[in-house]
């Protein structure tokens, strides 16, 4: 009676592997999206340093900053998060202006403060869409799309402006 009680279960788990018929089992094969078909994302990042400020006087400052920039998969939304540390003073605004590395140039975006004017940290947060872009030409209605083809071509940049470097103290240019 013993050896049956180990033979059984011997014998019940040999029945069981010869029973499974791997060779009739078929990967399933899923055909890959495109990636013209598949939409992404985009992110975009700055890196703010006084180094990068064009200035008539030097910008006497250790702050610096970054900002990070994603585009919504459907590219109607351009969400940022803006974070400075080490200002000299209170800033007096945050924005993403028009112009090319070492060129001043006219604001096209008020970034959304979310933190008292001497914190550091995120200082600025929120979604950017065609309605938040500023009119720079009279009757030209800017759109979020032109906003990342000036991104992409280079012609982007981040500063925060402070009482100390109303003209901005720290800046980057958005890639």
Known sequence: ??????VFPALAMSLFLTGCETDLVEPQITEAVSSSDAK?????????SP?????ATPIMSNANG?????????????????IA???TSPRVGQHLHLGAAGVNGPVLVSLMSTAEPTANGVIAEGIITN???RQIIPGQVLTLAYLIQQIEAGNIYTNVHTTMYT?????????
């Open 51 to 55: 180094e990068n400020e064009v200035s």
């Open 167 to 175: 003209g901005g103290e720290i800046r980057g240019q958005v890639k």
């Open 85 to 87: 540390a080490n200002l």
């Open 40 to 48: 992404q994302s985009r992110t975009y990042i700055a890196h703010l």
């Open 66 to 82: 970054q900002i990070i920039l994603k585009l919504s998969k459907d590219g109607t939304e351009l969400s940022y998060k803006l």
């Open 1 to 6: 009676m013993r050896k049956l009680l180990y």
């Open 131 to 133: 309605g938040s872009l």
